[in-house]
């Protein structure tokens, strides 16, 4: 059967949520995404677990993200942890800090597992590493010289010279893109390694992209991993300036084809935000959903629910379609 889902943030009362989640049930949904931000883990663990609770009690399975976690994972939350550790932020090949933590730092590690065990605790069935990505400039509206690239923290520059009995350099090559990648995978392993020790399921959803800018160029590495339960990407047409539905189609492909191969559960995500009301824009939504289900794929999401009408600096113009147009879209069993 199709797994059917959509994330869910923002709201914190339960009594609220719980109609949310009613009205889903009644969607046609299965699954829910519950983002667990800093904010979220330093003052609403128990809330959340009651969110839970009652996600469970209707039958859905929970997926928990570390939304905007050090602001290497996707979503709208800010980060108190680059905050309070500035010396554990990724630091450009010019010498310059910027705002987002290193995956081979050992605080930002240790961060991460006590994330982990709070996630489990609170009783998420999968934890879904979200868009896992180095400083990507662009998304912080930052204009940096050419050719630059992180990371050369002090943590980096040790495990580089360990590796490759080098000094870590500052122009980037080739040796570098492959440590970043590495490193990229090096965290993913030992957290889904951990996730996996607690009894939870692992989902790694990475960016629809093939180029060690915005994550791996190799798929495989990923897919090959035993601690991997679930491969994701999220196609988001608009975002990257792509046409819908080819665009799902080929990461829909991609995904589903080294599921198979690795039996790995296939997931793609669909956009629900930053559209205009245009009304092939709708279509657009109608296409996306179906190429990703004609696809093959075991699940798709939408990020995110009421086409993210609650946050207005994403929101669609036209949320109700754009929410409709999904689960319009969706199988009924």
Partial sequence: MLEKGTSYFSVRDP???????????????NAVLHTFSERDRQYYTETMAEIVEASHDRDFTVYMNPWSIGRVFG?????????????????????????????????????MRGWVADAAEIGADVLFWDEPHWYIPEW????????????????????YEQEYD?????????????????????????????????GLENAVCL?????????????????????????????????FDEESPEFISY???????????????????IQGFRLDDDPETIDDV???????????????FMWGYDACRSISGIACEDPDAVWNAYLDELPAE
């Avoid at 680059?82 to 050992?106: M, W, Y």
């Avoid at 992209?209 to 047409?237: F, I, K, M, Q």
């Fill in 140 to 159: 912080f509206d930052h204009e940096v010289p050419e050719g630059t690239w992180t990371c050369r923290c002090e943590s980096c520059q040790e495990l």
């Fill in 166 to 198: 080098e000094q870590m350099p500052a122009t980037r090559t080739e040796r570098i893109d492959e440590f970043r990648e590495a490193s990229l995978l090096s965290f993913l392993d030992e957290m889904m390694e951990l996730t996996a020790e607690k």
């Fill in 75 to 111: 979503g709208e939350a800010l980060s108190e942890f680059i905050g309070k550790h500035p010396e554990s932020c990724q630091v450009l090949s010019t010498g310059d800090r910027v705002p987002t933590a290193c995956f081979n730092d050992p605080e930002f590690r240790e961060y």
């Fill in 207 to 239: 960016l629809p992209s093939e180029d060690s800018d915005h994550g791996l160029r190799d798929w495989e590495r990923l897919a090959a991993n035993e601690h991997l339960d679930v491969l994701v990407t999220d196609p988001y047409w608009a975002v």
């Fill in 251 to 269: 990461f829909t492909d991609t995904v589903v084809s080294l599921s198979e191969e690795y039996d790995l559960k296939s997931q793609i995500w």
């Fill in 286 to 300: 109608r296409k996306a959903t179906r190429a990703a289900i004609d696809g093959g794929v075991d699940s798709v």
């Fill in 15 to 29: 009594k609220h949520a719980e109609e949310d989640l009613d009205r889903f049930k009644e969607n046609g949904l």
